[in-house]
């Protein structure tokens, strides 16, 4: 099994265009001994035009000085007709775009940057618009203020005053943040990012400032949204916090466009391309992370896959009131609360369960159910009261249903697979009172890496609403860990689903439904799977949704406090709801939680998307 980076150069020209298809001029080595340097990648390949290199004339580092740029990790060129595997990645360079060659086997290799060259070619406007959707805000001028007869004015509140970031990312890291201060002059990155640079107009900044890591974070979820990898962005912070995106300069190019109305940044013209070794290091870490998930694919994993989560709800009185979570337990106990920050006040509305992880979801979802059952006992236990979930059942209140994966690298690929096959279907079946959760929350491959190594997935709501949520939810995640090089489908990726999204709009999302379970049937591990899959999808497939307002307790079979006396549990089970042991009567699918239920389920056909799935177990 390869497992191979490869990278491929389209040559960018001054005015924005895009630099055609892969295999075009341009196409330059990634590095490697007896193949073009790095540093040197601008130059013409296999005969193209030549262009200057990209550090600047004759392999100019950043800043102007005269040096040559490092190589990069030896890698293989990539040329057109060169097999590729479905384990490869190819980093497109510069405003490259993809031909979309398929491998031997049927599949495709992983693209890093596949939005460059749609991005190349997007007008300032258009950006902001799409960056929009997502709740970005970008550019140096407001629409509001055009519509108003106000166009050429900053926004006052951002203008030049507040303080301009230049920002760096490469795929799921920030490689560099250092604040740019008007000036006159052209500016560089510090050696080290260490020591401020009056001259230069550019100053290091500390990963540790709050500020800076909420910059990060945007520019990195900007990246994201715009389908880039690896990219340089300029954003500034107003003296109130907020923020916005003005300049963006893709990796391989020589010039920053604008990404919204009002036009660059004058300071825009002092920065420099980095030199290569800004990126080199990055480069060989995804090298690295390519090899070891072909080599997990491929059954050498030094360590099991491991799924686990920490989905939100509320406990609401009879009259709607939302009761505080403290009651439950403490911020780290197996069923507990979650802080919300509400001005200067910390508070714990939000009940939170934290099972320990498993290797297969059907036991994740057992134990989930009996940590569900102990909140019910601690927290509702008077008549009238109910657990709600789903995406926003309080207005005002998002819940999420954050998924733990470990056992595997986090990659943007893995992230795409997880917006397509499990965001875009939750979101056709969430009610229509939890589209108001995005874009603040719910964005695309909104992610955390963990202490533990692994990392967990974000975007989705809480999907506690119906055990057949929990089980689409714990299972499609599970498979796309195993499986994203297999799953060609990412709808998530295209700006009109993407769009769709956020907005709530069911019927165009509904559009991308037979292709996804079209490519969920090609993954190796589908058949284990498809009996925690196929019922959900059938439900979405057929127009069904859920209801956050009803009590979760009567779809997970949970007794409460109106039903009459309920079986004490053991003594000790309370201490044990989150660990290993296993229920015999819910193994045996006797309760909707079980694997044996889904089966049943999956079994009688479109029997369940009649009736609505979501009100039952």
Not at 96 to 114: C, E, F, H
Not at 255 to 266: D, E, M, N, T, Y
Request: hydrophobic share 40%; aromatic share 6%.
């Amino acid at each position: 099994m390869a497992g191979r980076l490869w990278l491929c150069c389209g040559d960018e020209g001054e005015d924005g265009a895009d630099g055609g298809a892969v295999g075009g001029t341009g196409m330059g080595a990634y590095g490697g001994t007896g193949r073009e340097a790095y540093g040197d990648m601008g130059r013409a390949a296999e005969g193209g035009t030549s262009r200057a290199a990209y550090g600047g004339t004759g392999g100019t580092a950043e800043g102007g000085t005269s040096r040559e740029a490092s190589p990069l990790p030896p890698a293989e060129r990539w040329r057109p007709g060169t097999e590729l595997s479905r384990y490869d990645a190819v980093l497109l360079w510069g405003g490259a775009r993809w031909g979309g060659w398929t491998a031997p086997d049927g599949g495709s290799p992983w693209v890093l940057n596949a939005g460059a060259a749609d991005a190349a070619a997007m007008g300032p406007e258009r950006m902001a618009r799409r960056l929009g959707h997502a709740g970005i805000r970008a550019g140096r001028e407001d629409a509001e203020q055009r519509q108003d007869g106000t166009s050429g004015r900053a926004d006052e509140a951002f203008g030049s005053s507040g303080r301009l970031y230049w920002i760096g990312v490469f795929h799921l890291e920030t490689l560099w943040t250092a604040r740019v201060r008007p000036g006159i002059g052209r500016a560089s990155l510090p050696a080290a990012l260490a020591p401020d640079d009056a001259a230069s107009g550019v100053a290091a900044t500390g990963a540790q400032d709050p500020e800076l890591r909420r910059a990060g974070r945007l520019v990195w979820r900007a990246a994201y949204e715009l389908g880039l990898d690896a990219a340089e962005l300029l954003v500034r912070v107003a003296d109130d916090g907020r923020m916005r995106l003005e300049g963006l300069r893709l990796a391989g190019s020589r010039i920053f466009r604008a990404v919204g109305p009002g036009g660059l940044p004058p300071e825009a013209e002092r920065l420099p391309p980095p030199a290569a070794e800004r990126w080199a290091d990055a480069a060989a870490r995804l090298a690295a992370v390519v090899r070891a998930e072909a080599q997990r694919a491929g059954g050498q994993a030094d360590r099991p896959l491991r799924l686990g989560a920490d989905p939100e709800f509320l406990l609401l009185r009879a009259d709607g009131r939302v009761v505080s979570a403290s009651r439950l337990g403490g911020l780290h106990s197996p069923v507990g609360s979650d802080v919300l920050v509400a001005g200067q006040s910390l508070r714990q509305p939000v009940g939170e369960l934290r099972p320990e992880p498993a290797e297969d979801p059907e036991e994740l979802l057992r134990r989930i159910r009996r940590l569900l059952a102990l909140a019910s006992r601690r927290g509702a236990a008077e008549p009238g009261m109910r657990l709600a979930a789903g995406g926003m059942p309080v207005p005002g209140i998002a819940l999420g249903g954050h998924v733990h994966l470990s056992g595997l690298e986090l990659t943007t690929r893995l992230l795409r697979a997880l917006d397509s096959y499990a965001a875009l279907p939750l979101a056709l079946a969430e009610d229509p009172a939890g589209r108001g959760r995005r874009p603040r929350y719910g964005t695309l491959g909104d992610s955390r890496r963990q202490p533990h190594g692994g990392f967990e997935y974000r975007t989705l709501p809480s999907w506690l609403v119906s055990p057949a949520a929990a089980r689409y939810a714990l299972a499609v995640c599970l498979l796309a860990a195993e499986d994203a090089a297999w799953l060609a489908e990412l709808p998530a990726a295209e700006p009109e689903y993407a769009q769709a999204y956020y907005a709530g709009d069911r019927e165009r999302m509904a559009d991308c439904l037979p292709r996804l379970r079209a490519s969920l049937r090609t993954a190796p591990s589908y058949e284990k799977h498809a009996s925690l899959l196929e019922p959900f999808l059938e439900a979405v497939e057929a127009g069904k949704s859920w209801d956050e307002k009803a009590d979760l307790r009567l779809r997970w079979g949970i007794p409460r406090a109106e039903d009459g006396p309920a079986v004490r549990p053991s003594k000790g089970s309370e201490e044990r709801a989150g660990g290993r042991q296993v229920d015999q009567a819910r193994a045996d699918g006797r309760h909707p939680a079980s694997g044996a239920s889904a089966r049943a389920e999956a079994a009688s056909g479109a029997a369940g998307a009649q009736t609505n799935l979501f009100e039952r177990g």
